[in-house]
């Protein structure tokens, strides 16, 4: 329950990030011993992967707020759990360390938001490409995975895969047989900042892994071992929440914990917009709101362009702008579950066409030439926004949800909060010390 219409003022201190977390609690499993892990965010996607790690034999629990130890050693199950390990996207990067240990493994579809289709097709290649045969039981819901192909030693993403270049990495990283220096290299890999924080987490620990721009080199090693804890880097995703707060509830909010080279193209797009910013230092940055906001073109793409996982609180802020802003969605084809939702408070948003020559090479998902897409959005404004009873479909509308609730006049209802949790630590508890009124009821 949100209670509306006050400026947030204040500072934030941010999480761990979601996606460097998860990760690398799965990358921990491929290490020689216990791991400590530093920064973790208590939310609902790590106490799921924890819940799986335990069910397979290992070791996972926290032995402070957000201090978590790591143990592989114990695994003796490789099959993953149906239950809970559909509950999480990240369930399918469980294939390196069970493959590495059992050489045999099954894996649940994996799950997560509904967002899109995304490209386990092209992951499935990668691993054939690496001597992994994979079949999918459509009965049992399980993918069966087998070592022992032939590895080509070469793959190249046809499209660029965040999920898919992890686990390529976490995949190649260790040699059984004892050999060093087996050579793997990744082509049209993804860029994301947060790949390059399991990079450097894998090297710490024994790893020979490079990057030269989009193409990774993983030079095989026969073990992995660490000793000093990791400290999980701030979620930059969580940065952009409190940043556009602040501004579309006329606010002024210090974000603490981001580096401002993580998030330049928001960066950029806040001082179109008219938004007001101030970089402190290298971990604070400043957003506050300076005036009548300007209305912009958004086009999202993978890193170092505008995250899809931005859009969203992004519409929310063009709602307060003055004028018509426009959305493209190239990175996921079901990205915009918020907009009915939004129009439930006043919002005013239109789907629009965006017709494109080459929409399979545009659009970084799977296009299907059959199918009936709506990629882009126009918002108008300036609107006064105001209550409403909303329903959550994914983490990332769930922040969306939540942002304009607290923009719009008078009292909200959100349901499926559970939702905004898989990614959120402590949300109420830092809206309610920014002044905002919020209440799990």
């Given at each position: 329950m949100i209670s509306g219409g006050k400026p947030l003022k204040g500072e934030v201190k941010l999480s761990g990030a979601k996606n460097v977390a998860l990760k690398i609690i799965i990358a921990s499993l491929l290490i020689n011993g216990e791991v400590t892990l530093k920064n973790i965010p208590r939310i609902n996607d790590v106490y799921e992967l924890l819940r799986l790690i335990k069910e397979l034999g290992g070791k996972a629990d926290f032995v402070d707020k957000n201090t978590l130890v790591i143990d592989g050693r114990g695994i003796d199950n490789n099959k993953v759990d149906l239950r809970y390990g559909n509950k999480i996207r990240v369930t399918f990067m469980l294939f390196a360390p069970l493959l590495h240990k059992f050489d045999h493994c099954y894996v649940p579809n994996p799950g997560g938001c509904r967002i899109g289709a995304r490209p386990i097709d092209r992951i499935i290649e990668g691993m054939k490409n690496l001597g992994i045969k994979t079949v999918y039981d459509s009965h049992s819901g399980y993918y069966e995975a087998v070592t022992g192909g032939k590895s080509q030693g070469y793959y190249r993403f046809e499209k660029s895969s965040h999920t898919g270049t992890e686990l390529m990495i976490l995949i190649s990283v260790l040699n059984k047989q004892g050999e060093n220096g087996k050579k793997t290299v990744i082509d049209n890999a993804a860029q994301e900042p947060e790949i390059d924080e399991l990079i450097r987490f894998l090297n710490e620990s024994g790893a020979k892994i490079s990057r030269k721009d989009s193409q990774i080199i993983v030079d095989s090693v026969n073990k992995l071992t660490r000793d000093n804890p990791f400290t999980i880097s701030s979620d930059r995703n969580e940065a952009i929440t409190f940043a556009v707060l602040a501004i579309a509830t006329k606010g002024d909010?210090?974000?603490?914990?981001?580096?401002?080279?993580?998030?330049?193209?928001?960066i950029e797009e806040i001082k179109k917009a008219g938004g007001g910013i101030n970089i402190i230092d290298d971990e604070k940055i400043r957003f506050y709101y300076k005036g009548i906001l300007k209305p912009t073109d958004i086009v999202t793409s993978p890193h170092p362009g505008f995250m899809t996982d931005w859009q969203p609180n992004w519409a929310v802020l063009m709602t307060q702008a003055d004028g018509q802003s426009t959305i493209i969605e190239r990175v996921f084809e079901n990205r915009f579950s918020y907009v009915d939702e939004l129009?439930?408070?006043?919002?005013?948003?239109?789907?629009?066409?965006?017709?494109?020559?080459?929409?399979?090479?545009?659009?970084?998902?799977?296009?299907?030439?059959?199918?009936?897409?709506?990629?882009?959005?126009?918002?108008?404004?300036?609107?006064?926004?105001?209550?409403?009873?909303?329903?959550?479909?994914d983490l990332r509308a769930g922040a969306t949800l939540a942002v304009a609730a607290l923009v719009a006049q008078g009292r909200s209802i959100i349901k499926g909060v559970s939702i905004l949790e898989r990614g959120y630590e402590d949300f109420d508890k830092k809206i309610s010390s920014l002044g905002g009124e919020i209440k799990k009821i």
């Open positions: 909010i210090v974000v603490s914990g981001v580096h401002n080279y993580l998030i330049k193209t928001f129009k439930k408070l006043g919002a005013k948003i239109d789907y629009i066409k965006n017709s494109v020559e080459n929409p399979e090479d545009y659009f970084f998902f799977s296009y299907d030439p059959k199918k009936v897409y709506r990629q882009a959005i126009r918002i108008t404004g300036p609107q006064n926004l105001h209550g409403g009873f909303l329903k959550i479909a």
